[in-house]
Each structure stands twice: as structure tokens, then as C-alpha cells.
């Protein structure tokens, strides 16, 4: 008497678990997102807000041809280009008659396609009027991508830099003739004009746009 009452509770109990157990499963499986890689080939147009200061950033995208090109303009100042390549090299340029140009080296290639692989997920929040899915990678950034389109639109760092992202053209791509470091740039005898970084991505990624926003320590 006392068993066969006993033995149908546990069934049941088995059941609950069972069910928990797989909605959990598929939950962290199945349901998480993951950020949408990087197009090969984009444009986009960036509203930068770095403690206050504010510019905008024309970035060109081009994973094919191993390169990567911000174009800086601060408010009422420097239009600064920052020009890197895949075997390590940024250029950091003017193209005014300031003719100014430094060159720098870093031990790592432009962004991956992939680079946001890894990234830890924090759910949904509404940023710019957008509902987001939000992810965070290595305390460095937060990622905030359109739930519905998959495009990128808002990115926070750790330094208080944050990007508003106002067109997001896939495939679109900058003529070879206009990734062309000027002259000056070549040839320079002034031992500070080269400099290498130990340099990780995350460096590489920020340090174009912070020379950028304090554009007089070239
Ligand atoms: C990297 O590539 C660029 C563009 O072709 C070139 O100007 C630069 O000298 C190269 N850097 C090195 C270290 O080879
Ligand atoms: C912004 O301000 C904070 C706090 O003062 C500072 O820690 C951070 O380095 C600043 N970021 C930049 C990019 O200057």
C-alpha cells in the first residue's frame, strides 16, 4: 500500500525534473544569441562621444584587402586619418596643409570578421530607440546590435568612449586609390616618427580614435 502511493510521486517528481532540466538546456543551447559577424566589406558612418568631446568617424571596413580606415573629424577641429593594415601598420595622418604624419606598428592585424566570437551575452536593452541584444567582451566593450536587423548600433568601451552608429552600408568599399598614404608619410629621418606597440586588437582598435580626440599629440 505504503509503495504503490510512493512510487507514482516519484514519477512525477522525475517528470518535473526532466522538463527543468531540458527548458534550462535549451534555453542556454539554443535561445542565446550570438553577435552577427562583421561584414568583409562595409561603410559606416559613426557619431563619437569620448568624455565629451565629440566627433565624427567615417569608417571603411575591408577585411579582403587587409585594411581598415578611420576618418576622424573632430568638432571644429583636425580631420584626422587613421589608415591601418593587416601586417601591423597604421598610418596617422592629415591630409591640410599641416602635412603631419606618424607611423606605427603593432604586433596584430586589423579586426576579424569574427572578433566578437566569445563574447558574453547580456540580454535586451533598448539603447537609441533600438531594442538590443547587449554583449560584453573582455571588459573592453559593450555591443549593442539591432534584435531585429542584426546591425551593429551602439558601442560603449571601458574609457568612457561611446559610438553611435548612424549608417551601416554592407558591402560597400572605398576606391584602392583613396587608401593611399600621402608622400610625407614615406621616407621620414625623425626617430619619433616610428613607434612600435606590443599592441593587442583591443588596442589597436581604440588607439586611432583616442590620437584622434587629443589630435595635437602627433
Ligand atoms: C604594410 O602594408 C602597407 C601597405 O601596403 C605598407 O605601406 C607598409 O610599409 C607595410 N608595412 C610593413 C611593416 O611591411
Ligand atoms: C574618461 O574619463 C575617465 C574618468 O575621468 C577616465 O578614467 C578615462 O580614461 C577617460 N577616457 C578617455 C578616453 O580619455
Not at 569620448?50 to 568638432?75: E, F, M
Not at 596617422?92 to 596584430?108: A, G, I
Request: aromatic letters at 14%.
Amino acid at each position: 500500500m505504503a509503495s504503490a502511493t510512493k512510487h507514482p510521486a516519484i514519477l512525477i517528481v522525475f517528470l518535473i525534473h526532466c522538463l527543468c532540466l531540458s527548458r534550462s538546456s535549451s534555453k542556454s543551447t539554443d535561445l542565446t544569441p550570438t553577435p552577427a559577424p562583421w561584414p568583409p566589406q562595409f561603410y559606416s558612418l559613426l557619431y563619437m562621444n569620448v568624455n565629451g568631446s565629440n566627433q565624427i568617424i567615417d569608417l571603411w571596413y575591408d577585411w579582403p584587402k587587409g585594411r581598415n580606415l578611420n576618418i576622424i573629424q573632430n568638432q571644429l577641429g583636425k580631420r584626422l586619418y587613421d589608415l591601418e593594415w593587416d601586417n601591423g601598420t597604421s598610418f596617422f595622418y592629415t591630409l591640410d596643409s599641416t602635412q603631419e604624419c606618424r607611423t606605427k606598428h603593432f604586433e596584430v592585424g586589423i579586426l576579424r570578421p569574427d572578433w566578437l566570437d566569445g563574447a558574453h551575452y547580456l540580454g535586451q536593452r533598448e539603447v537609441d530607440g533600438f531594442l538590443c541584444n547587449v554583449w560584453e567582451k573582455v571588459d573592453f566593450i559593450w555591443y549593442y546590435e539591432d534584435v531585429v536587423t542584426k546591425r551593429p548600433v551602439h558601442w560603449r568601451f571601458f574609457n568612457g568612449m561611446s559610438a553611435h552608429v548612424m549608417t551601416f552600408k554592407e558591402g560597400a568599399v572605398r576606391e584602392d586609390e583613396k587608401w593611399q598614404a600621402p608622400v610625407y608619410c614615406f621616407g621620414t629621418t625623425d626617430p619619433k616618427a616610428e613607434t612600435t606597440s606590443a599592441g593587442n586588437p583591443r588596442e589597436r582598435m581604440v588607439d586611432g580614435v583616442l590620437r584622434g580626440s587629443m589630435s595635437l599629440s602627433m
